[in-house]
């Protein structure tokens, strides 16, 4: 399994960014963890969707996050909007174990 992140960028506070987790070696509707280090801290679990397309978010993110997939490009995305300074991070997709390289994401005035 191999997972590739991509889409991050520097935003504006309030702005809007999309992520994408590009997946190779697995088909169907897998599931797909969100996770995101911010420098100088651990990693945080961001959100998930499952098997069953069922999803889950951090208090920190839920109402401003949304995951989705779209399975013909075999590809999960974290909608993120209402960005605020402290979702500053790195952001990562991870499967079973496997984890793709991250993607930064800077808000910032």
């Known amino acids: 399994v191999q997972l590739v992140e991509s889409g991050g960028d520097l935003v504006r506070p309030g702005g809007s960014l999309r992520l994408s987790c590009a997946a190779s070696g697995i088909t169907g509707n897998y599931a797909i963890d969100w996770y995101r280090q911010a420098p100088g801290k651990g990693r945080e679990w961001v959100g998930f969707?499952?098997?069953?397309?069922?999803?889950d978010y951090a208090d920190s993110v839920k109402g401003r996050f949304t995951i989705s997939r779209d399975s013909a490009k075999n590809t999960v995305y974290l909608q993120m909007k209402r960005l605020k300074i402290e979702d500053t991070a790195v952001y990562y997709c991870?499967?079973?174990?496997?984890w793709g390289p991250g993607t930064q994401v800077t808000v910032s005035s």
């Open positions: 969707i499952g098997s069953a397309d069922q999803r």
């Open positions: 991870t499967h079973l174990g496997a």
